[in-house]
């Protein structure tokens, strides 16, 4: 298995679909849990993407594309960035956070094309199953992310007895009280639309703020096999957790993961000419690991490995370990 571990050291998936100048068609939806990811092209014979540069930092996830227009004719792309859905019924009492609060853009997005910054639109919706009910939230006042906290708590204190009950039976509330966590599940994209010129490049790059959370890990849970092979973690990276939790009285110590999508790529015909990817563990006392083989240490925080021709295989899940809770989120 392939694997990446130094001492000392890490959601949405971009959807690009490519549309006539006439009729420009929409992007499909895609996304899962909380996971992140990059742009996703669908098959096109025209279009191919000759690099991609990703790089992964506990706090932002930057990654620079560079399309190439093969034909002699201009191209009209739609991208969408369709942001992780939050799922109320899993997360309400979690102690999951956004990483910007109370805005329908909780990942921070932005977007720049040929170095130009764009505004794209953002579509918000809301669903309980596959039932939409993005016009009932709203008739209410409720936020379409059920984790702005916040902003639901302020609203279901607005509402009447019989609103907050029909709410409930509705199986939207977990109860009928202002104190109810929502159950219904946010999902948000934003979208817009880009001339690509003929025989030509475009360069597209963007940047979020991983979701995420932090964990106590103890050295029993970090030796189970499912655990060392979700981040191919060797010898070498266990004993560096054991290390860290023997270091303090309670016997463990805390992990962090920020996971990426890659294997989405795949939607398009071709490979990505070349394809780097650049880690930054952030402080050199921590740790990481993950599952990229001849991964090369490029500085004191920095890991960096590198494919051509690269047909993306597996997704990537990083682990960073630190006994700093504040380093890993927990201000």
């Known amino acids: 298995m392939a694997r990446g571990w130094a001492a000392g050291m890490v959601p949405g998936t971009l959807m690009l679909a490519l549309a006539s100048l006439a009729s420009p068609a929409r992007a499909n939806d895609s996304a899962a849990t909380l996971d992140a990811g990059g742009l996703v092209l669908v098959r096109d014979g025209e279009i191919e993407l000759a690099s991609e540069d990703l790089r992964i930092a506990i706090d932002r996830i930057d990654v ?35 990483p910007v609060r109370g805005s329908a853009n909780f990942v921070g997005f932005t977007v720049k094309a040929d170095g130009k910054v764009i505004e794209p639109a953002l579509e918000e919706r809301a669903f309980l199953g596959a039932q939409e009910v993005t016009e009932r939230l709203r008739r209410h006042g409720l936020p379409l992310n059920p984790l702005r906290r916040e902003e639901l708590e302020s609203a279901l204190k607005r509402l009447a007895p019989a609103d907050l009950d029909a709410l409930h039976k509705a199986g939207l ?12 599940r946010g999902e948000a994209k934003f979208h817009w639309e880009q ?3 003929a025989d030509a490049e475009l360069r597209i790059s963007h940047s979020y703020a991983p979701v995420a959370g932090n964990w106590f ?7 189970a096999r499912d655990f060392r092979a979700r981040y191919c973690l060797d010898e070498a990276g266990l004993a560096g957790i054991r290390r860290l ?15 990426y999508i890659v294997t989405t790529a795949r939607n398009w015909a071709g ?10 563990k952030g402080r050199a006392d921590a740790l990481v690991s993950f599952c990229r083989q001849g991964v090369r240490k490029t500085g004191p925080t920095t890991f960096v490995w590198e ?3 690269y047909v993306p295989d597996s997704d990537l899940r990083v682990l960073l370990v630190s006994n700093d809770p504040a380093f890993l989120g927990d201000r």
């Open 173 to 184: 509330l977990s109860e009928p009280s202002p104190d109810a966590g929502a159950q219904w």
């Open 307 to 309: 494919a051509r021709d």
């Open 271 to 280: 490979r990505i000419g070349r394809f780097t990817l650049t880690v930054d």
């Open 245 to 259: 939790a023997g270091a303090k009285p309670e016997g463990y110590t805390r992990a962090f993961e920020v996971p």
């Open 64 to 98: 620079d594309y560079v399309f190439r227009n093969r034909s002699t004719a201009p191209r009209t792309l739609r991208f969408a960035f369709p942001l992780p859905p939050i799922d109320g019924a899993e997360l309400s009492f979690s102690a999951l956070s956004l």
């Open 217 to 223: 890990l103890a050295p029993k849970e970090a030796a």
């Open 195 to 197: 001339t690509s010129p």
